[in-house]
């Protein structure tokens, strides 16, 4: 088919249409500080060197920083590191400068309700495994997140639960599920994505299909709860990495002419001085890039690829599907309609 015949249904046209709307984002990444209270198992921030800098701390700074970003035309700012809460007074230069973006937090302490951003907070697993995959900095026992993470962000409309599955966690997430719905919240899904040269027991393998089964089981138990598709579930579970499956567009990964396309030319993935190396310009920079199955990589990998779903009415479906739940996601007000895969 012709992306032309797709628009002949409406359906489909309509979609579309609601999407294309959001096509003017253009995103960064930013490590705000390099402090954490946890050393979770695999965590992607202290795989590689990133937390070797010394911090700019000054909210002047930071300001000045984002203001030069948003003369770059970066209008959506992603803001990570270790641990964004512990640094208030930096997030709230960052908001006052550039208003669109999220914050991704372990959820341990609450961040003001004047900063206006998508929150997304990271479930690991239920009482059991997540005081096991999440150990204090300290190297003792971790603590059960979820209670106070549901009590820190209690009817917090900015807030998106996103549980990562791994190779040992599939049905922990149920206890999760049921708790998150009864707190009137959403949650999303993720996939443990290997670091470079990394051997954590939370690698994913056979576990796969199990996965996916368990996300489209959520779907259907908690279809208010759960921001997902059933697209999302066939290509973060596929025994493919989702550069294999559609390449991937961010700096780190091209070279050429399609270095100066699109995210290639601008996404940048800052340290938390401020410096940044392009080949390490990638929402999740010591991520594996052959195993990566991760959802934040997913937002701009699967969706820049609209050639590859225009061949027929099913694969355009999938990813119109895909395109809604990452606004969804990822966008504050943004509401997730119907899936048609």
Not at 147 to 166: E, G, H, I
Not at 271 to 288: L, Y
Request: aromatic share 12%; glycine share 6%.
């Amino acid at each position: 088919m012709t992306f032309t015949e797709l628009m002949q249904n409406g359906e489909l046209r309509d979609r579309y249409k609601k999407v294309k709307q959001f096509f003017f984002l253009k995103e960064s990444a930013y490590d705000v500080t390099s402090i954490c209270q946890l050393r979770c198992e695999g965590c992607y921030y202290f795989a590689g060197d990133k937390y070797k800098v010394k911090d700019v701390k000054d909210p002047e700074r930071w300001r000045t920083f984002l203001q030069q970003e948003r003369a770059r035309g970066i209008n959506y700012v992603n803001l990570a590191g270790a641990e964004p809460s512990l640094v208030p007074q930096v997030l709230d230069a960052c908001f006052e400068t550039i208003s669109m973006g999220t914050v991704f937090t372990n959820g341990l302490k609450p961040i003001a309700s004047e900063i206006g951003y998508r929150i997304h907070i990271s479930v690991w697993g239920d009482s059991a495994g997540d005081p096991l995959y999440r150990p204090l900095a300290s190297g003792k026992p971790g603590p059960q997140c979820l209670p106070q993470q549901l009590k820190n962000y209690k009817a917090d409309s900015r807030v998106m639960f996103v549980y990562t599955f791994n190779e040992n966690n599939v049905t922990q997430v149920d206890d999760v599920l049921r708790r998150i719905h009864d707190e009137g919240h959403k949650i999303t899904f993720n996939v443990y994505s290997s670091t470079v040269g990394g051997t954590s027991p939370l690698n994913v393998g056979p576990s796969l299909d199990r996965i996916r089964e368990k996300m489209i089981d959520a779907m259907e138990r908690y279809p208010n709860t759960v921001v997902y598709s059933r697209y999302n579930a066939e290509v973060h579970t596929s025994s493919s990495s989702l550069r294999t499956q559609f390449g991937c567009p961010y700096p780190r990964a091209v070279e050429g002419d399609q270095a100066n396309v699109g995210i290639s030319r601008t996404f940048r993935s800052y340290r938390a001085d401020f410096t940044h190396v392009r080949q390490c310009d990638c929402c999740i920079p010591d991520t594996d890039c052959m195993n990566c199955r991760h959802y934040a990589a997913g937002s701009a990998i699967v969706t820049h690829r609209l050639d590859l779903h225009t061949k027929s009415e099913e694969a355009f479906r999938g990813w119109l599907d895909y395109v809604d739940t990452y606004l969804a996601v990822w966008l504050l007000g943004y509401t997730k309609g119907a899936n048609l895969y």
